[in-house]
């Protein structure tokens, strides 16, 4: 069974800061992933995904993703948050051989961006 | 385009009580799913469904939950009767193909359900 753990669950971060948020992966074949966003208040929102070619993935609003087969790793990142990228993160992570594949997602963290 | 419509956005309901959750998802989207969402963790799969046929709900509590989703378009989740522990974020979403790998979950705004 597929597994995703983020190790922060709550970041707390001054605005320019960059921004890294961790999150590993427990499947042995070939996966898809995803980092969704959540903002107070609304929905669950994706941020980017990861298929297949170049692992540095690029999504909206300035963030990035690298995808590193060695380590299971699928970090998030982004060089300068803005007090707008407050937010739950979650990263998911999906097997990419058949159609019964479940989307597995980890248990989010907390962004905050202070002023 | 629109997006995944859910309603109720909030439910209140004393145990033992009878709630139904609604969803419409994208347009064109065949597969939708139903997932709990409890404070502090990422959403869970309850079902899953591709187009009427319900494909995977392994992580359904049969006792007490039921879905629907009778013309392949929207669906209904019912819990009957409500345990304290419901109380959640129930999210729908739903996706273009057949949820496999590469198909990507597009999520409604969820219902939170509190029960007293």
């Known amino acids: 069974a597929q597994s995703v753990s983020q190790h922060n669950h709550h970041v707390i971060l001054s605005e320019a800061a960059s921004l890294e948020l961790g999150c590993n992966y427990s499947?042995?074949?070939?996966?898809?992933l995803f980092w969704y966003v959540q903002y107070p208040g609304q929905h669950l929102q994706l941020l980017l995904k990861?298929?297949?070619?170049?692992?540095l993935v690029k999504g909206i609003k300035g963030f990035e993703a690298e995808f590193i087969k060695s380590k299971f790793s699928f970090n998030l990142r982004k060089p300068s948050v803005q007090w707008s990228d407050t937010a739950e993160y979650f990263c998911a992570v999906k097997s990419r051989v058949g159609t019964a594949s479940k989307l597995t997602f980890g248990t989010g963290t907390r962004l905050q961006v202070t002023l | 385009e629109a997006g995944v419509v859910q309603s109720p956005r909030y439910k209140i309901i004393e145990k033992k009580q009878p709630v139904a959750f609604w969803c419409n998802p994208i347009?064109?989207?065949?597969?939708l799913y139903w997932y709990l969402q409890n404070l502090g963790q990422g959403p869970e799969l309850l079902i899953r469904y591709e187009n009427e046929e319900a494909v995977d709900d392994s992580q359904l509590p049969k006792d007490r939950f039921s879905a629907e989703r009778l013309k392949g378009v929207d669906s209904t989740l019912k819990i009957q009767p409500a345990e304290l522990g419901d109380s959640a974020v129930y999210l729908c979403a739903s996706s273009l193909g057949a949820g496999g790998g590469t198909d990507t979950q597009y999520f409604g705004p969820g219902t939170r359900l509190t029960v007293l």
């Open positions: 990861y298929f297949s070619g170049d692992p």
């Open positions: 499947y042995g074949g070939t996966v898809n």
């Open positions: 347009s064109g989207h065949n597969t």
